[in-house]
């Protein structure tokens, strides 16, 4: 991996669940959202976050992004912990032009009262204080990037068809020419003929910008074409790092192996089958902190697992999983 645009240390995110009882001496439940994460993403790299819903990938992003305050941990970017600064102060700090995010639902993320150009503009005059003549040549210049006709640029979100309002948010988030696009599952509610038109976009503007990618997503088949490396999350924690070939190909974790056994390859029977896991997700809320958060569904659970938590295995540099019982074989 080259030098790191971005490192996490440790997050953590906990929500408290209710209010304790009157009379209570100790705080209530909470809800381990993001649990000690750690990883790194590259200058240019593109590196995919994976999961099943419910695993903590939003939280992640919007950590990441500032939007939100971690528990715990550090954000290193650009030579300072940027999780020190309040996710309220974000706005005003330098590394916010250059941390931008595309969002899951690309009409909702736009203001029903702002046009095309205005969605655009918007960052360009907060962060990068532009007015005028110069405002408009640099929000053409992200539209045509984006290959958005500047035509539609004085019409709303609901005058744009899904594709378009895609290329809105997309040319948004690129006008400040970040150095970091967190993109969450920016395709999911597209057409598939759309989402390809949509992918070879971002795939263009990483090459002519330099930007580095996290692309959240559930299309394994996405993330296993596009990213360089792939992040595994699994109730909070990332269980599985390492270059996307080489973990679905050959998975340490036995929860990626049943998440690359589920992926849909054309011809074959496997194609589109569901995740085959037994029993249900143990819940987020003040999780046994002895115990391995995947045991009871895992198909190579021990005593062991229930008892202690599972340790880092580092089969290769970059290459590395939680877990007691590892597919070592696989690998």
Do not use: W
């Not at 102060?89 to 941390?99: D, L, Q, T």
């Not at 909070?236 to 589920?262: K, M």
């Not at 569904?297 to 939680?322: H, M, N, S, T």
């Amino acid at each position: 991996m080259t030098a790191p645009v971005l490192e996490a240390r440790g997050l953590s995110k906990r929500f408290p669940i209710g209010r304790p009882g009157l009379l209570a001496r100790r705080p209530g439940p909470l809800l381990h959202a993001v649990d000690r994460v750690s990883f790194a993403i590259g200058a240019g790299e593109t590196v995919g976050l994976v999961g099943e819903s419910g695993c903590g990938k939003t939280t992640l992003t919007r950590i990441l992004a500032r939007l939100i305050d971690p528990t715990e941990g550090e954000i290193r970017f650009g030579g300072e912990d940027i999780a020190a600064v309040p996710a309220g102060r974000f706005s005003r700090h330098p590394a916010r032009a250059a941390i931008q995010m595309v969002f899951q639902d690309a009409e909702g993320s736009i203001n029903p009262r702002f046009t095309a150009l205005d969605a655009i503009a918007a960052p360009l005059r907060r962060l990068k204080g532009l007015r005028g003549a110069a405002l408009e040549a640099e929000v053409a210049r992200a539209a045509d990037r984006c290959g958005l006709p500047r035509a539609l640029l004085s019409r709303f979100p609901h005058q744009l068809s899904g594709g378009q309002k895609a290329r809105v948010g997309i040319a948004r988030a690129i006008a400040t020419e970040p150095k970091l696009l967190i993109l969450d599952e920016p395709t999911s509610a597209l057409d598939v003929s759309v989402q390809v038109v949509i992918l070879a976009l971002l795939a263009e503007l990483k090459a002519s910008l330099g930007m580095s990618y996290l692309f959240v997503s559930h299309d394994l088949n996405v993330v296993r074409l596009i990213c360089d490396r792939v992040l595994v999350m699994y109730l909070g924690q990332i269980v599985e790092e390492g270059p996307a070939e080489a973990v679905f190909r050959a998975p340490l974790h036995p929860y990626t192996r049943a998440l690359a056994d589920s992926i849909a390859i054309p011809g074959e029977r496997r194609a589109g089958q569901k995740l085959r896991l037994s029993g249900d997700p143990k819940s987020p809320i003040d999780p046994d902190p002895k115990a391995c958060r995947f045991h009871g569904r895992c198909p190579r659970g021990r005593e062991l697992c229930a008892k202690a938590p599972p340790p880092e295995v580092i089969a290769a540099p970059g290459r590395r999983a939680l877990c007691h019982q590892p597919l070592t074989e696989a690998a």
